[in-house]
């Protein structure tokens, strides 16, 4: 499992063994994860292994392979799933250091499961959840079995028509529960699941949330099954509003009653992250108070009592704090002990771990740092109140951590895959971070070094634009738009946050609100005199900018404006070109919110600031990337700002995947883009082509269509 790289390229990128989130057991003393990699010399993914890590020995040992979603029954026992034929779903259990012999199945779900969730109800028994595709019957769908159409037509009479890279059909997300216990009829006490019973059957709602909702929509304890879902009254394509659901089981092996509605007063937005307390007890939920916007702050919501939730005299407590701690939880854990919610947030650019008392709530105290670096990606409180952590960084794609009981913003590094960055030949030492004034503020930048820079040498600037525009660059591993391996290339790499990040206060991510081209594009250019003012080792005659989603409209934009003149060569991934063009998006919540309101209603507002309306400034090369399954912006976006570059004479390429959304994830397509986005920009600043090294050559000369 080691890692060795001389340069960290697009291959060893690609390439580098991917951890999941460690799973502890009860005093986190062993870890379970599973680790994937794809193999550019095969061409293939190779199996996915289980492995178990000794914390204290630093150990790891694999454990099984092609299994995910390990789950600790005891410090022994270990269940997880595993695809079987006929598109069914194997629980398996077993002994984590006897795998082999001891592992058998408990349940053959007639269906693909996942998101699998477990709870010690204390008796020897176990309340399982788990997410799954359900039909209009409410059963479990299992695509294999399903009886084949005889026209490929698809008829709608109301939004959605499609979602992210799949058009909507009668199916839906649902909860199955059951009951894992040991089996009556077996000798060796081994356990088996009872029979599934859907959560949400006979009733109109879809939970997790399409498209990406998992784990996350959804908790089980002793009191029974809570979850968020879209409100089924409003449209889930104009509207965001969610509610919150539980549904009350003594048993688990029974069917549900019907989900009670918990009454969330004035918020009225979106939900995620509900949680029971370990004793079942309490429950806590993320809430927005606005519907039609998803980047609105979420409110922590305490449930002190889940058997009343639509009890009139119940008192939900929203945390009352905006005015100390102007930060935007995203997910939420009880401490064992029920005395604290753990939650994460982005602060400055890092995604922290914090504490906030439950006896506070109502309270007007700032949440409590607990870890203040890096981004932590999942975090799991111990029955002995230590807090276990899996984050990663710029440098470093996995790091595990343990957070003793009392301590604070001083976490223990039980184990990094990349030994921090030094087997990618990366340091937190290219790291660095500035500040300047914006147009209305002082904004934040992230900057990346090359790992052999000499502070008295020139380097070109790749000024990259994040996406959202609601979202932020932070201290964070990426695997499509990893800062690391453009300063490997000789880069000095910044990432601006402007006007619309988050992490730096809610009314600096409403700022953006009908300025998509405004406020953020002045940050843009003070950002750019900043560095040239500033940073004299960056040569800002050979500088160009990228950017995807919001940062490929940025793109598209500065493309028509004075900026645009001040770059070598422009990239765009999966930009906007015409704001018109918005309206063929699937959430239409989204640009009805950033741009002032409905189309049909405030055409100007949104003809402000659409870039097609500067074609005629248009002059800097450029690379323009859209995927065909990308119904967020769809594919006429990219090729219409490429026709025009064409139409005006402005060098320029169009890259487009068939297969990929709005994001590019095949290993081989993956490696295609870096490939041509290096190439176009080395090209334009004097570096060497990255394909003449030979690792992109084979799949570039593969994509090339010119006649």
């Known amino acids: ?4 790289a001389t340069k960290f390229t697009p291959k060893v990128l690609l390439s580098a063994p991917r951890r999941s989130a460690g799973v502890p057991n009860s005093d986190a003393s062993r870890v379970l994860y599973t680790v994937s990699a ?8 190779a199996p996915q292994e289980l492995r178990v890590l000794g914390a204290r020995s630093g150990e790891s040992l694999a454990v099984a392979k092609d299994v995910s979603e390990p789950h600790w029954l005891d410090d022994e026992t270990v269940a997880v799933l595993k695809g079987a034929e006929e598109g069914k779903t194997a629980m398996l259990v077993g002994k984590v250091d006897n795998w082999d012999e001891s592992h058998y199945a408990a349940a053959l779900i007639d269906g693909s499961v996942s998101a699998m969730k477990i709870a010690d109800l204390q008796d020897g028994t176990y309340a399982v959840a788990f997410m799954g595709r359900a039909r209009p019957d409410g ?62 059957k006979g009733t109109r709602l879809e939970s997790p949330i399409p498209p990406f909702g998992g784990s996350d929509c959804f908790d089980i304890s002793c009191s029974g099954v809570i979850f968020v879902a879209k409100d089924p009254e409003f449209n889930p394509a104009t509207n965001t509003k969610c509610n919150v659901y539980v549904t009350p089981l003594s048993s688990f092996v029974g069917a549900p009653p019907q989900p009670s509605r918990v009454d969330l007063d004035d918020l009225e937005g979106a939900c995620t992250s509900p949680v029971f307390s370990p004793d079942g007890r309490m429950a806590a939920v993320l809430a927005m108070r606005k519907n ?17 939730p639509s009890s009139t005299d119940l008192q939900l407590k929203a945390c009352k704090n905006a005015a100390d701690w102007d930060r935007s939880p995203s997910s939420l854990a009880f401490s064992s002990d029920t005395m604290n919610l753990f939650l994460t947030a982005e602060e400055h650019g890092r995604q922290c771990l914090f504490s906030l008392p439950v006896d506070l709530f109502g ?7 607990l870890m203040a670096s890096g981004t932590v990606t999942d975090f799991r ?65 992230w900057v990346l070094k090359p790992s052999n820079f000499i502070a008295t040498e020139k380097y070109p600037l790749a000024y990259v634009i994040h996406g959202g525009p609601q979202g932020a660059w932070t201290d964070a591993w990426s695997t499509r738009w990893n800062p690391a391996v453009f300063a490997e290339q000789g880069y000095v790499v910044v990432m601006p946050n402007p006007t619309g990040s988050t992490g730096y206060g809610q009314k600096f991510v409403d700022a953006i609100r009908t300025q998509w081209g405004g406020y953020p594009y002045i940050d843009l250019v003070k950002g750019f005199e900043f560095i040239e003012e500033h940073m004299p080792f960056v040569d800002m005659t050979r500088a160009v900018a990228l950017g995807a989603s919001y940062g490929g409209f940025m793109i598209n934009w500065i493309q028509g404006q004075p900026l645009g003149r001040k770059f070598r060569a422009l990239v765009t991934h999966d930009g906007v070109f015409s704001m018109t063009g918005q309206t063929a998006s699937e959430e239409l919540y989204f640009p009805e919110h950033d741009l002032g309101g409905k189309f049909w209603a405030n055409r100007d507002e949104w003809h402000r600031w659409d870039p097609s309306q500067h074609t005629h400034n248009w002059a800097t090369p450029h690379l323009i990337i859209h995927s065909e399954l990308d119904y967020r912006l769809t594919i006429a976006e990219g090729l219409a700002a490429f026709n025009m570059l064409q139409d ?30 290096i190439d176009w920009i080395n090209k334009h600043v004097g570096l060497p082509l990255f394909s003449e090294s030979g690792e992109g050559k084979e799949v570039l000369e593969e994509a090339r269509m010119d006649r």
């Open 1 to 4: 499992m080691t890692i060795r």
């Open 38 to 45: 794809y193999s550019f010399e095969t061409h293939e993914h």
């Open 139 to 200: 059963s479990l769908l299992n695509s294999t079995k399903e009886p084949k159409k005889h026209t490929s037509g698809r008829l709608y009479s109301s939004l959605f028509v499609r979602h992210w890279d799949t058009y909507v059909n009668e199916n839906r997300n649902a909860i199955f529960y059951g009951l894992l216990r040991k089996s009556e009829s077996s000798s060796d006490s081994s356990y088996e699941l009872s029979r599934l019973h859907n959560a949400l």
């Open 292 to 308: 039609g916007y998803e980047s609105d702050k979420n409110h922590i919501v305490l449930i002190p009592d889940v058997s009343r």
């Open 363 to 369: 309270a007007t105290v700032p949440a409590k740092v």
């Open 381 to 445: 409180p111990l029955d002995n109140g230590d807090i276990f952590i899996s984050g990663n960084n710029f440098v470093d794609n996995s790091q595990f951590y343990l957070l003793p009981r009392g301590s604070h913003s001083n976490p223990l590094l039980l184990s990094s895959n990349s030994r921090n960055g030094y087997a990618f030949g990366l340091s937190p030492k290219q790291v660095d971070e500035i500040w300047f004034q914006g147009a209305n503020t002082n904004v934040h930048a």
């Open 648 to 677: 005006r004479g402005v060098e320029s390429q169009f890259l487009t995947f068939p297969d990929e959304n709005h994001w590019v994830l095949k290993p081989e397509n993956s490696l295609l883009w870096h490939t041509v986005v």
